[in-house]
């Protein structure tokens, strides 16, 4: 069983930064793809950024490629997302995803997805 524990958001101006953080329990979280995944109201829920378990594979949505980074630290069992020129339209519920199936290719689909968080909110304003 993996337990996945998001933390970071929050309310910042548009142009601002945030971090979130992804805590992990689970001894092969090494060798997880990590991903990240944002809900806004409304809208279906859709891929951020990925992180193969090596971290050298990475992808990113058209609309965070420049702005957001993904890291791993797997000594700390945590995943990162650096947040920078955050715009009004970042607003969401950001969740932490971990795919433990050992593919190892980053999917877009969540449903590929098997571990969850219980999201973190990231409110850009105007």
């Known amino acids: 069983q993996v337990q996945l524990v998001e933390s970071g958001g929050g309310l910042v101006q548009a142009g601002g930064s945030l971090r979130l953080s992804c805590a992990a329990s689970g001894r092969t979280f090494s060798s997880y793809v990590m991903g990240w995944f944002r809900q806004a109201p409304g809208k279906d829920r859709e891929f951020v950024a990925g992180m193969s378990w090596s971290g050298g594979r990475l992808s990113y949505a058209a609309s965070v490629r420049g702005r957001f980074t993904i890291s791993r630290d797997n000594a700390k069992n945590t995943v990162y997302l650096q947040m920078n020129s955050l715009k009004p339209e970042d607003t969401a519920v950001y969740y932490c995803?971990?795919?433990?199936?050992?593919?190892?290719?980053?999917?877009?689909?969540?449903?590929?997805?098997?571990?969850w968080g219980q999201g973190t909110q990231v409110t850009v304003s105007s």
């Open positions: 995803a971990a795919d433990s199936s050992g593919i190892g290719f980053i999917s877009l689909v969540d449903n590929t997805y098997n571990y």
